[in-house]
């Protein structure tokens, strides 16, 4: 659903943790997945099955203002022969930077080993990332009732929220990737540079379905560092890894830690029906790292840390996102979320037999002066169709709208008193 006010209820980088029973040693890659706050209050869960492992990726509702992206970055160069050909195709291949401003690997892996082809030490790699890894630090106000004023009685409260993850800085624009859970629902927004300064930023997209957000920070700023983003298709088990982040919070900015690929391709299930692959790494990976890299022997991001396994007994078990289904993101996730202007609910199957309406989204809330205020979308609408394409969620929404830009109008086919009507919706990313 839409972030109608820019903020919610909980915006707290998660737990990410991950609970095994101690009876079993081998890793069950259909692992259910649980999103838990960050916070001294986590709460834990544990199925008596042969695995029972929750991941916290910070998945809760899906947002309409997400930027679900299907389309590949510009660094993925044209492969037509009458394009290899250009001057831009040799300027590009050759500089080793993106059309987005963000180092390309391919072009300068030759460059990072060091002569015997081993890569780099621990110390090199940190001295060439760490400039470019940042604490991303969140507030907000969440509404408090207490059990009194739930019964009528007593008066509720407000509270500040605060929550800390980490960030990669890849372009020199101050663009920042990180984790969507570590900037959800967040009122404010800033990050801490590894020169401690801190810098106010705002959220420029995200995709909630992968955890992925891209950040950009504001005012004046000077970008200590760019990071280079490599190739996670090119891990090996076994690899040396180095992980960078925040662990724990600001006490601990810029902590380092070292392990190995413990396995690629790790596919998890992150919640009923769906599924994500991770790298798993035993590099050390701990509430507050979220959002980091993960980093090959060459100093390349291979891979946004964003997950661990917790257990007694059990230690070592850490995931990250292939940088590789990152990448081909960057490019619309660093344009503006295209907002609709609405909250809303997926119809599933079982409640549209129970209610007797189609499958879709169904409007709980249109924000005034909004896109689908302006369109006549009104609350108790379910959505059936966006652009013409069937939609059973607001991932799928989300999905269709990442393929246009600000500007654009598309048709919504809507279900309202027992009749479709189709309503003409002009996108904006205000």
């Known amino acids: ?144 009732n207490d059990y009194n004023s739930f019964f009528g009685s007593g008066n509720g409260g407000n509270s500040t929220q605060e929550g800390m993850g980490s960030g990669i800085i890849f372009n020199n624009d101050g663009y920042i990737l990180t984790n969507y859970h570590v900037i959800k629902g967040a009122d404010k927004i800033s990050v801490i540079l590894s020169n401690k300064k801190e810098v106010s930023a705002k959220v420029v997209n995200y995709d909630e379905a992968n955890d992925i957000a891209v950040i950009k920070m504001t005012g004046s700023f000077t970008v200590p560092g760019v990071a280079e983003l490599g190739s996670s298709s090119s891990l090996n088990v076994g690899d040396s890894v180095v992980a960078i982040g ?15 690929v413990s396995a690629v391709n790790r596919e998890v299930s992150v919640s ?39 257990e007694s007994g059990v230690e070592g078990i850490g995931f990250s996102i292939p940088i590789d289904s990152v990448k081909s993101k960057i490019q619309n996730l660093s344009k503006p979320i295209l907002m609709l202007g609405i909250s809303g609910e997926a119809v599933d199957k079982n409640t549209a037999q129970e209610h007797d309406i189609p499958q879709g989204v169904y409007i709980e809330q249109v924000q005034d002066f909004s896109s689908a205020q302006k369109a006549g979308l009104q609350v108790g609408d379910v959505i059936t169709k966006f652009d013409g394409k069937k939609v059973a969620s607001t991932n799928d929404i989300d999905s269709i709208k990442s393929k246009h830009n600000a500007g654009d109008t598309v048709d919504v086919e809507v279900y309202r008193d027992d009749a479709y009507k189709t309503l003409s919706l002009k996108l904006s990313d205000k």
């Open 1 to 144: 659903m839409d972030n109608l006010n820019g903020s919610s209820n909980n915006i707290n980088e998660n737990d990410n943790t991950i609970e095994m029973d101690n009876n079993d040693t081998n890793l069950n890659t259909n692992v259910p997945v649980q999103y838990n706050p960050e916070n001294n209050n986590k709460t834990k869960k544990t199925f008596n099955k042969k695995i029972a492992s929750y991941i916290a990726v910070g998945l809760t509702c899906a947002i309409l203002g997400g930027g679900i992206s299907t389309g590949s970055a510009l660094y993925l160069l044209p492969k037509s022969n009458f394009f290899k050909k250009t001057p831009l195709y040799k300027t590009l291949a050759n500089s080793g930077t993106s059309s987005l401003g963000y180092i390309n690997a391919s072009a300068t892996s030759a460059k990072t080993s060091t002569s015997n082809g081993s890569g780099l030490t621990v110390s090199q790699i940190v001295k060439k990332v760490s400039p470019a890894v940042v604490g991303v630090s969140t507030k907000t106000t969440v509404t408090q």
């Open 246 to 260: 925040n662990p724990l919070g600001k006490e601990f900015l810029g902590t380092v830690t070292t392990g190995v």
């Open 272 to 310: 009923e029906g769906q599924k994500q692959t991770y790298i798993q790494t035993d590099a050390a990976i701990n509430p507050g790292n979220s959002g980091g890299p993960l980093v090959n022997s060459f100093g390349q991001v291979v891979g946004i840390n964003s997950a661990k396994i917790s």
